[in-house]
């Protein structure tokens, strides 16, 4: 096990703190010195919950060979994993009822498309969707997402599996591990909308789209009204 590390008060920390800009005055720095401290504690919090979550045991066995329809044809869940370990699975909202994609789901998949190739050099990656393959393919070009690999759920079985039993279509993420040539499940996001703290949209921790932690950097913040559209018009 790793020694734990005794880590220094993050008031000492910011006291070493030298920034200043132009014309700030002290009510500003001793503002955003304090929120330095908090800044702190959350880089040290979401450690701690990383490190609980890579912790975590294996979960359950993947009951079976789920047989999904890739761009090429016919693909086992196993083979999604290539020559990787982990496979990292996107669900997206687009079911056959759908007359087009999220734009929720479309928003995170750009984000996700720019740090594929990263992050496949760790990770297989796998966008899946209840559509046919066709549709995903069209949507997959007309976005761009040359980097991303999308399967058609077909059957419905992997979703009714890992994202929901009732096969509703809503969006789903789950990190599976491979030892020893046995598949388990290792997390998903499990944040409800009951969970939704009030005055909140429903969301897990942290994000999955850098959209929205862009946003908590502004002086508007991420509001309560605004959405990521699929298109926007500018004029």
Known sequence: MPVPQTLS??????????????????????????LLVEEI??????????AQRRALP?????????????ETGPIRFSSLFGNKDTLMVYSMMYGP????????CTSFLSSWNGSAVNLSERSAIAVTARSPIERLVEFKKHRGFRN????????????????????ADVPGFSVFTRRNGTVYH??????????????QDPRGAPDLDPLWLMLDLTPEGRGTEWYPKLEYDHK
């Open 9 to 34: 008060p993050a008031r000492e920390l910011v006291a070493t703190n030298a920034a200043h800009f132009p014309n700030e005055s002290a009510v500003y720095r001793t503002a955003r010195n304090a």
């Open 41 to 50: 504690e959350l880089r040290r919090h979401i450690e701690r919950v990383a």
């Open 58 to 70: 294996d979960g359950g066995k993947v009951p079976h060979e789920f047989e999904f329809v890739s």
């Open 97 to 104: 009822e759908r007359k087009g994609p999220c734009p929720m």
């Open 148 to 167: 991303l690999p999308f399967v058609s759920d077909v059957s419905g079985d992997y979703t009714r599996s890992y994202v929901n039993p009732s096969d």
């Open 186 to 199: 290792f997390y998903s996001g499990e944040m409800s909308g009951a969970m939704a703290d009030p005055g």
